[in-house]
T-cell receptor, first 112, second 115 residues
Framework: GQQVMQIPQYQHVQEGEDFTTYCNSS?????IQWYKQRPGGHPVFLIQ?????EVKKQKRLTFQFGEAKKNSSLHITATQTTDVGTYFC????????????FGDGTTLTVKP | DAGVIQSPRHEVTEMGQEVTLRCKPI?????LFWYRQTMMRGLELLIY????????DSGMPEDRFSAKMPNASFSTLKIQPSEPRDSAVYFC?????????????FGEGSRLTVL
């Protein structure tokens, strides 16, 4: 079945450092979504990427979708303590009748 | 506007008991999803509905699990009989668009502990 791999599993950074998480799919995706889950909370939608090579920015967050639509990344510039949480990618393939597969997530901790 | 509403927020029960989790999606959303989250297995899709019709239940672990959506504003996930390995956080999510074409709005989850 479809697999979506995410690395790293954990990342510890000093406040102000950059952070990147990567998402890789075994199959071509029709779209990819990113979610953030704070400790004890629920996943919250961040963004959706649809086009090959697409790049979107939200303040300090930069999202990319690979040219082959099999990989994606989320980069945070100058992390803050409010960035703490687990970041999930969720990939959807056309033949999968609308079902997305979530990666295992990257848990970010930020040391002030 | 109210988000996805789940109940109960916490449930502690004994092995063998029946558990019913409830979800009210956002009004106007066409798709509803049930996820289970554990440390070991991450976020797993159990089942999803489009327009109240179950589309894919391949993630339902076994016959002990069942889900219904009798109308557009209510869904239940039932576990009977429950087992300790069912302990997890169960999330309900809804989307205005079919399947995962649009963003998912998650409820706050139901934390289930089976002793």
């Amino acid at each position: 079945g479809q697999q979506v791999m995410q690395i790293p599993q954990y990342q510890h950074v000093q406040e102000g450092e950059d952070f990147t998480t990567y998402c890789n799919s075994s199959t071509t995706l029709s779209n990819i979504q990113w979610y953030k889950q704070r400790p004890g909370g629920h996943p919250v939608f961040l963004i959706q990427l649809v086009k090959s090579g697409e790049v979107k920015k939200q303040k300090r967050l930069t999202f990319q979708f690979g040219e082959a639509k099999k990989n994606s990344s989320l980069h945070i510039t100058a992390t803050q303590t409010t960035d703490v949480g687990t970041y999930f990618c969720a990939g959807r393939i056309d033949t999968n009748a609308g079902k997305s597969t979530f990666g295992d997530g990257t848990t970010l901790t930020v040391k002030p | 506007d109210a988000g996805v509403i789940q109940s109960p927020r916490h449930e502690v029960t004994e092995m063998g008991q029946e558990v019913t989790l409830r979800c009210k999606p956002i009004s106007g959303h066409n798709s509803l999803f049930w996820y289970r989250q554990t440390m070991m297995r991450g976020l797993e899709l159990l089942i999803y509905f489009n327009n109240n019709v179950p589309i894919d239940d391949s993630g339902m672990p076994e016959d002990r699990f069942s889900a219904k959506m009798p109308n557009a504003s209510f869904s239940t996930l039932k576990i009977q009989p429950s087992e300790p390995r069912d302990s997890a956080v169960y999330f309900c999510a809804s989307s205005i668009r079919q399947g995962s074409a649009g963003e998912l709005f998650f409820g706050e989850g139901s934390r289930l502990t089976v002793l």
